[in-house]
């Protein structure tokens, strides 16, 4: 495929910052734009080095429509991966009001930017939170969407602005709305923090090297009373590799092959309850992990897994990682993390 002209928003981030790398390692040329709020700038470094002296990085809010604006029209891309926002549920309760500013406006920001200079492709990362607590398991992309959440509506917004400006003209322009249910995960060529988030995130994985690390005493689980067989919340488990695998085959994908409009489930199609993962990473790492239960938290689905056929069959891609995968992944992070050499797992 001829190498195309990318802008990452939001590409040092997680998520961001591995879809980067990504295109790199397969040859595009990558621009990013991050306000670096949410990650360590220490990543830009990697993504700066593997790009060379062409390498464009912006630190901008998207929430600044002239600087955005600007640094679009500087970049000219071809294609726009919109990574960035706020993404925590339960914090968009007590600040609804942020996460409509950052996630909705800043998408409609992005998306007019991308209107002026004849951007051809769109891909916008949404949620499975858009979905809401359905009851229904596996989630297609037909299932109604009812967020729960504030968050799970900015997404929901943002995913309206994206369809309007894929059905104006002119007729070969794409929209790829790409819903992630829980990703898991880094790559080793990232800087592995000394610290890990809060146990009050929505990322299990990171919550439970917390512990390992001792930011933290024990690991909270929220909730052992939902309607699912050991009481707790069941998620559907995605590698980020695969995510960003996703992504790649997003813009491989020829316009005459997509709809104007594609929506699609990112997961592995597989549900993991929180105690069968933390089981699987005690299996896998060889440690311990003290838990206590807490209250379960508002805008938490007992159950959300992602039917992932229509991906499948849009993008010719299919998730290659399980759990066991992801807890093999997590212990070399955690072990990296320490200074210590990996050591090498098999898993079962």
């Known amino acids: 495929m001829t190498p195309k002209n990318v802008l990452v928003v939001g590409g040092v981030g997680y998520i961001g910052s591995h879809v980067a790398r990504l295109l790199l390692r397969t040859g595009h040329r990558v621009s990013v734009l991050d306000d670096l709020s949410s990650c360590d700038p220490r990543n830009l470094q990697v993504l700066s080095s593997l790009a060379g002296a062409d390498f464009q990085f912006c630190r901008c809010d998207i929430r600044d429509e002239k600087k955005v604006q600007g640094f679009v029209e500087m970049a000219r891309p071809e294609i726009i991966f919109h990574i960035a926002g706020l993404k925590d549920a339960s914090e968009s309760f007590q600040d609804a009001a942020r996460y409509h500013a950052v996630n909705v406006g800043g998408t409609e920001n992005l998306v007019e930017s991308a209107d002026r200079i004849g951007v051809e492709r769109f891909v916008f990362s949404s949620s499975a939170a858009v979905y809401g607590a359905t009851g229904l398991a596996p989630i297609t992309e037909c299932h109604p969407t009812v967020p729960i959440s504030p968050y799970g509506e900015t997404k929901l917004l943002g995913e309206s602005l994206v369809k309007a400006w894929a059905k104006q003209a002119p007729s070969d ?34 919550a439970i090297l917390g512990v390992v690390a001792g930011d933290q005493p024990q ?130």
Request: aromatic share 8%.
């Open 173 to 206: 322009r794409r929209a790829i709305i790409m819903r992630y249910f829980n990703p898991c995960c880094r790559h080793p060529d990232f800087v592995y923090p000394k610290a890990f988030p809060k146990l009050g995130s929505a990322n299990l994985a990171d």
């Open 219 to 348: 690991l909270t689980i929220f909730g052992n009373a939902h309607p699912t067989p050991d009481g707790t919340c069941q998620r559907d488990f995605v590698h980020i590799e695969d995510i960003a695998q996703a992504h790649i085959a997003a813009i491989h994908k020829p316009a005459n092959a997509l709809e104007t409009v594609e929506i699609l489930n990112i997961g592995s199609g597989a549900t993991r309850s929180v105690l069968e993962f933390i089981t699987e990473f005690e299996r896998i790492s060889g440690v311990a992990i003290p838990c206590s239960w807490g209250p379960m938290r508002v805008g938490d689905a007992a159950t959300s897994v992602a039917d992932v056929s229509h991906t499948q069959l849009c993008l010719d891609w299919r998730p290659s990682m399980n759990l066991s995968h992801i807890c093999l992944g997590l212990v070399k992070h955690m072990e990296l993390a320490q200074n210590t050499r990996p050591r090498k797992y098999t898993s079962q």
